[in-house]
Structure formats: structure tokens, C-alpha cells
């Protein structure tokens, strides 16, 4: 990085002076400049040198990408999401306007985005009822579902997938209750009786057939499904011994997290319990150390804890302890249908709030060979290159006839950490031109060439001519004025 490069981020530091709850003449004093020159700054008129970056970096621990306009790049996504809608089709705003709003509030942009998602969800609320109408069937329950899992995603993502509070009490259990053994299953199993009076029981699937956990609060019995394997049962007894530890701490955070429906804050608590089985599971300093003594193998790490494939990539995205930090990975899981059961982005990756991912990215090769780990280089449309791995995973199911879900997940970085990852092995990841271009999705990507489109491109209109045939199934597209 050059001495002498300065950028512009007065929306960025503003935001970052008023989260801290400072003043211009406080801010300006940490950062050893004038008030009035933090003033200028915050209004771009002035650029801010690399030297204030870094001081800013150093004094409130937060990472320079931060700084670097990631936060807008993902508001201005979600923007362009939005209004690509042809709803607004005659709004007359520009990509320069959209970027105007995500710089100047990308929490504005979330507002925007979080109105847009009630409009849809009233939306398809008002077609069942008509339909329902319509068939004379008026049964309750038409309200459609999904809002409030949003809303826990975005806060989950606003916390970057990291809570301190759970990763240090875990820990502590970990070394209390001799977690770090051979066999983790029997150590929980143990825990449990000794410290809570819990015994574990693992049942039929006959007797369980639409369960795979149940405490029974009577009998003080967990009783385990036994389609469950044995990383599932540890994780299972992991949880529950969350709720009984920690159950005040993630209350506390559910409480400060603004969340109002009973339903988003019961979905909360399920994530926040599902977050300190994880920690308890692969405990932060001795998981982080390891991943990268073993290069972030995911299979190593995965014997080496007791843990499943899946279970060690979502780790992998909780490791933000300042101090140490491990590589920021983005994570996705998707079914074989496309759609996205979970996301969330620490690198800056783009994801869509609303439909699938793009069809180059290999993710859905996945499923071809299950169990085979797929790698890829992949190019975003705004240049940023980014090394992903995919593989499916397995769910527990009923039996024959009923076969277990099959999802796969995928785990990617930024192309700067992959020689990090002992999957790059073999990748020449200097050559840009070994990058696959791919989209955020189908409706918002503006790449003309692609021959893999489900769908036009919103943004650009189409010439459909008799006699030629271009690379997209929709025409030719031409650009809009």
C-alpha cells in the first residue's frame, strides 16, 4: 500500500464516529488531527491519508476493509435488488443514485430493503387469502413465513456472526467439563448428569419418527433420535447444555438485539444456542490455532473435534476475535432446488436477499459426486475475486423411503487468504483470467453474455430479432439509455 494514497470514506468515518458515540473534537483528538480537518473529512472534502486509516483501524479495532466501502458495496447490492423490481421500473433513479444512498446510510438501505420484504410477504399474504376466498375456505394461518428468520439474519450479520459473551463461557466449559477428550458424546453425556441432574437416552426411530431431539423436562431425559450421528448427538447435547448454562447471557443478547416478534426472538434463541454448541464443541483459541496449523482443512478439523463438515465451515465464519482473527470466509446452504437455507458473508461476498444464486458458481456442480469437495476461483461483476469450496452434506431422514436431506454448503474468501487454504493447492491464483464471472443472481447480474440466464436482465431491455440468435436464450440485449 502506497504512503501516499488517500481515499475518500466521510460517510464511513461519520457512521463509525456516531456508532462510538463520539464527539468531532473526541474523535479528532484519538486520531492526533484537528477537529476541523475531521469535519472536512466527514463531508468529503477531504481525502483521508493511509496513515489516518490505519489509526482509525488501531484505535477503535476495526478492520480496514471496513473502512474500505464493503458495507456500501453490500447496501448498494441490496439496492439494486430492490429496484430492479419492475415496480419502480418508471422511479427514474439511477445506479449513481442508488450509490449516493448506500454511502451516505447503508442502514437506510437495509430500511429500504426490510419495507420491501414486508411489501412481498403482504403481497403473497393477499394472494392466499384471495385464493382462499375464492375456494370458500377460510382456515387461519395465511400469514406467510420468512420475515422473521430475515430479521435474524440481519442481525446475526450485523454482530458479524461473533459473540464474545458465548465464545469466553464456552471455553470455560470446555475446560470444565473435560470436553476435549476422545469422545466428546460421552463427556457432554457426563456434564449434563453431573452438573444439571440430565440423563441421555438415545430412542428408536419408530418412537421418534418426526424428531431427532426432545427434552423431557418430567423425566430429566434428552432423548436423541438414533438417525442422529455421533458429531449430530454431541451437537444436540451441546445445545441443550447451552440452554442450561447460558440460557440468562443469550436472553440478555436477544433483549438488546431489537427484535420484537415472539417468533423472530424464539429463532434467536435457537441460533444463539446453536452458536454456543459450536463454541463448546470447537472451543475459539484451540479451533482458530488449528485451522490454521492444518490450513483450514475442513476434514482434518472436523476428526480432530469430533465435529461434521458443515458444523466446522460455519465455525469457521465465527472467527472475529480481535487479536485473533481467522480468515473471513463467506457461507452459504443450499438445497438441490437452489433455494438458500442459510448465508452469511464476512468477505464482503454478495448475496441475494431475494431468489437463488448464479449457475456458474459451482456450488450446484456439487451435487453431481456427493461427498466430493469442489473448488473454484470466481469473479464478481465488480472485479473482486473470490475462492470457494462446495460439498454436500447429509441430514438425518426416516428410513427407507424417506432418505435424508441433501444440501451442500459452500465456504468461500476473498482470492487474498486462499493461499492459506490447502484446497488452492495447485490454483495459479495470480491469473485473473482462470476466474469464472459470475452474478449475484440471474435478475441482477449484467453480464450480456451468458448463455446460463433463467431470466433477463432487469436492468437492460431486450431485442428479440427473427432471424438472429444470440448467446442468451432472451435475445440481445442492448443497454438502456
Excluded at 14 to 21: D, F
Excluded at 357 to 362: A, G
Amino acid at each position: 500500500m502506497a504512503s501516499d494514497k488517500k481515499v475518500f470514506a466521510g460517510p464511513r468515518v461519520r457512521r463509525l464516529r456516531r456508532e462510538r458515540g463520539l464527539t468531532q473534537a473526541r474523535m479528532a483528538a484519538d486520531l492526533g488531527i484537528s477537529a476541523s480537518y475531521l469535519n472536512l473529512i466527514e463531508r468529503d472534502q477531504r481525502p483521508v491519508s493511509v496513515q489516518v486509516l490505519l489509526k482509525l483501524a488501531e484505535t477503535y479495532d476495526v478492520e480496514l476493509k471496513s473502512l474500505g466501502g464493503d458495507e456500501e458495496a453490500q447496501a448498494l447490492t441490496t439496492l439494486k435488488e430492490v429496484f430492479a423490481d419492475p415496480l419502480f421500473r418508471d422511479a427514474g433513479l439511477t445506479v449513481q443514485d442508488l450509490r449516493e444512498i448506500a454511502a451516505a446510510s447503508p442502514a437506510a438501505a437495509d430500511a429500504i430493503s426490510n419495507l420491501y420484504r414486508a411489501y412481498q410477504e403482504s403481497a403473497v399474504s393477499g394472494s392466499m387469502l384471495a385464493e382462499r376466498l375464492a375456494d370458500r375456505d377460510l382456515s387461519d394461518g395465511t400469514e406467510a413465513p420468512g420475515l422473521p428468520l430475515e430479521e435474524v439474519r440481519d442481525f446475526i450479520n450485523s454482530r458479524n456472526n461473533h459473540f464474545p459473551e458465548l465464545d469466553d463461557a464456552a471455553e470455560r466449559l470446555y475446560a470444565k467439563a473435560g470436553i476435549g477428550s476422545d469422545e466428546p458424546y460421552v463427556a457432554l453425556r457426563t456434564a449434563l448428569r453431573d452438573l444439571h441432574g440430565v440423563s441421555t437416552r438415545v430412542a428408536p426411530a419408530d418412537l421418534m419418527p418426526h424428531e431427532l431431539r426432545r427434552y423431557d423436562r418430567h423425566r430429566q431425559t434428552i432423548f436423541l433420535s438414533e438417525l442422529l450421528d455421533q458429531p449430530g448427538r454431541s451437537f444436540q447435547l451441546a445445545y441443550q447444555l447451552g440452554y442450561f448454562e447460558q440460557s440468562r447471557t443469550m436472553e440478555d443478547i436477544v433483549e438488546a438485539s431489537g427484535l420484537e416478534s415472539d417468533e423472530a426472538q424464539r429463532l434467536c434463541r435457537v441460533a444463539l444456542a446453536n452458536y454456543f454448541a459450536a463454541a463448546l464443541l470447537m472451543p475459539y483459541s484451540a479451533f482458530q490455532k488449528t485451522a490454521e496449523a492444518t490450513r483450514y482443512d475442513i476434514r482434518l478439523l472436523g476428526r480432530r473435534f469430533g465435529t461434521s463438515f458443515e458444523q466446522v465451515c460455519h465455525r469457521l465464519t465465527t472467527l472475529q476475535r480481535p487479536g485473533a482473527r481467522g480468515i473471513p470466509f463467506f457461507l452459504i446452504r443450499v438445497d438441490n432446488a437452489g433455494n438458500v437455507s442459510k448465508r452469511f458473508s464476512a468477505a464482503g461476498f454478495h448475496f441475494a436477499r431475494f431468489g437463488g444464486t448464479c449457475p456458474r458458481w459451482n456450488v450446484h456442480d456439487a451435487f453431481r459426486v456427493p461427498g466430493q469437495v469442489y473448488t473454484q476461483v470466481v469473479q464478481m461483476e465488480d472485479g473482486t475475486r473470490y475462492f470457494s469450496i462446495a460439498r454436500t452434506v447429509s441430514r438425518a431422514g426416516s428410513g427407507i423411503g424417506v432418505p435424508g436431506d441433501q444440501y451442500v454448503v459452500g465456504l468461500g474468501c476473498e482470492i487474498a487468504h486462499a493461499r492459506k487454504i490447502v484446497y488452492s493447492q495447485g490454483f495459479d491464483l495470480d491469473d485473473e483470467r482462470g476466474a469464472m464471472p459470475i452474478g449475484v443472481n440471474c435478475r441482477l447480474c449484467e453480464r450480456l453474455d451468458c448463455s446460463q440466464r433463467a431470466f433477463p436482465p432487469l436492468k437492460h431491455r431486450l431485442t428479440v430479432e427473427d432471424h438472429v440468435r444470440g448467446i442468451s436464450p432472451f435475445g440481445v440485449p442492448v443497454r438502456s439509455a
